[in-house]
DNA sequence: TCCTGTTGACTTGTATGGTAGTAGGCAAGT
DNA sequence: ACTTGCCTACTACCATACAAGTCAACAGGA
């Protein structure tokens, strides 16, 4: 349930705690950073002799990415990366958009003048790595949408919106280096205006387009790495 | 992913396929069928031997249900039924609420009259079931609410809401003798007036009034079922 | 050359044994 | 009577062994 992604290369196994766990943890970053790509096969001995423990917990591990939408278990052929869907990504920003609209909405009726600093501070920080780290901002920008949540009250909610962002964080990693971070921090700081004005429908409409803003680069992406979907019939869409 | 409740008296194993996903739908079955009750131990050995496989499989089974929130492992301790959270059923409201409102607003927008027609007619059968069969009635809710899903060309959306839905279905199936039937379907038939008039607006509120309804008892079941909530002091929440 | 049947090295799925940790009862000591 | 320490019966977790299916390479015959 809590699914901070790790930093890949300085990561280490605890012995002292569970293993699965944490094999699932290191595993989904790999995926959701594109460390591990799409269709790449996983083999469970393999990995098991990597991490230096048996098959058992790396296998747990698969089970729970299955359930999330990045592994694909073909039983007696492999375990492979799933290919990104064109189509669950589209159906996660449409669940991101209803839910997060709603929560700003809520906050935008309160106006609470300690988020609003709180919100704004967060913003000048995202400047600040705006034009060095884009992987940092990604960060930021996870922690810019939690503490709407939190703010609202709906801190659950958003565990709910962790299989559905991972689906869409897989596309911001592909290539994030051309993140126009310029521009969402200008809808982060839009919204933040709309909720200070108490103007709810302003503050809804600018979360939204800001959701639909994230997956701009989705049909660009989709053109220059095909093999990394699903359906590549999905461009021509209705 | 496709994760209908099926019928516990009458399931039985299938020897030909995997073990561990069977089990997984039979257990979640049971829990939420309030079968399995809030607290309630289960042993990994006794399953084992109930359902004649070996201890593996069950402790699979297990760990796709915890990232359900239906189970809880305490570590050299035991399994057990997780008690219902107060908090995690009205967040995934809040996110049933946000996320169907918007379909919703989405059939308005078109009407489609065969659409209308199909829903209609399940309209009229669940009136035909209303006073015989509470369960049954709840199959034909959530065939309902799926069809406004699919309707919109969302079904995907469905799948992200099946872990939501799983924590209000343990509330409603614990009293499902007392379900206002008539009530839920006299707003069934509100949303699929709205939508039939293309009031936008309209359909999305009769969708959260109804949405909210749904859960209108839970306070009253908590009265009753202490025992089986996580936290009784929710009760005094704004 | 092409087709076919077999073999063997893979894979995941299941079964089982071993390890470490917890909880509770019981007995000895205060 | 009360506390303390041990001991037994449990638990989840991990390791390992076995079973069953898949796939590709290869040998042999048409």
Redesign the pocket.
């Known amino acids: 349930m809590a699914l901070a992604l790790v930093d890949i290369d300085a990561w280490q196994l605890d012995h002292?705690?569970?293993?699965?766990?944490?094999?699932r943890i290191v595993l989904r970053s790999r995926i959701i950073r594109n460390d591990l790509k799409p269709m790449c096969?996983?083999?469970?001995?393999?990995l098991?002799k990597e991490y230096?423990?048996?098959?058992?917990?790396?296998?747990?591990a698969?089970?729970t990415l299955v359930d999330e939408g990045l592994l694909e278990?073909?039983?007696?052929?492999?375990?492979?990366v799933k290919r990104i869907d064109f189509e669950a990504v589209l159906n996660g920003r449409f669940v991101r958009e209803a839910v997060e609209a709603d929560i700003v909405g809520k906050l935008a009726e309160r106006a609470d003048p300690a988020l609003i600093r709180h919100l704004r501070e967060q913003l000048t920080e995202q400047s600040r790595v705006a034009d060095r780290s884009p992987e940092q901002f990604i960060e930021l920008d996870e922690t810019f949408h939690i503490s709407l949540a939190s703010a609202a009250g709906l801190k659950g909610v958003w565990d709910y919106l962790e299989p559905v962002k991972s689906q869409m964080d897989r596309v911001r990693f592909i290539t994030f280096e051309e993140l126009p971070i310029a521009r969402l921090i200008r809808q982060h700081t839009e919204i933040v205006d709309q909720i200070e004005r108490q103007d709810v429908a302003a503050a809804k409409a600018a979360t939204r387009q800001h959701l639909r803003e994230i997956l701009n680069s989705l049909p660009e992406i989709q053109e220059l790495y095909p093999d990394y979907f699903e359906n590549s019939r999905a461009l021509t869409g209705e």
């Open positions: 002292g705690k569970a293993v699965s766990p944490q094999l096969r996983l083999s469970e001995p393999e098991a230096g423990v048996s098959r058992q917990p790396v296998r747990e698969f089970i278990i073909r039983p007696q052929r492999g375990t492979f």
